[in-house]
């Protein structure tokens, strides 16, 4: 269940937990329909009744991997700074 919530997840643009259980509901029989997703009718029936902080719970890793902090390596420098005229 939790690599078909992963997909529905993915495929919404990685919303929250609230905005993607609201999606649900009309999402999954879509993607059942175009054979996008392959789970059986319990998996499908799980997927519509999860709660939206237990979809934030299940997702944090996958989130985690997406949040941009720590990703950047450069340091502010004075080089900037120097260029720009000031007026003191």
């Known amino acids: 269940m939790i690599e078909a919530l992963r997909s ?3 495929v919404q643009g990685n919303p929250c937990g609230r ?3 609201a999606a649900l509901p009309e999402l999954v029989p879509r993607l059942l329909r175009f054979k996008e997703l392959q789970i059986d009718d319990a998996t499908a029936a799980l997927l ?3 709660a939206p902080a237990t979809i934030d719970r299940r997702l944090k890793a996958g989130r985690a991997k997406l949040d941009p902090r720590w990703r950047f390596h450069t340091k502010p420098g004075t ?3 120097n260029t720009i005229p000031m007026r003191t």
Do not use: R, S
Request: proline residues 0%; glycine residues 0%; hydrophobic residues 75%.
């Open 19 to 21: 905005l993607l259980a």
């Open 79 to 81: 080089l900037l700074k």
């Open 48 to 50: 519509l009744k999860i």
């Open 8 to 10: 529905c997840w993915a």
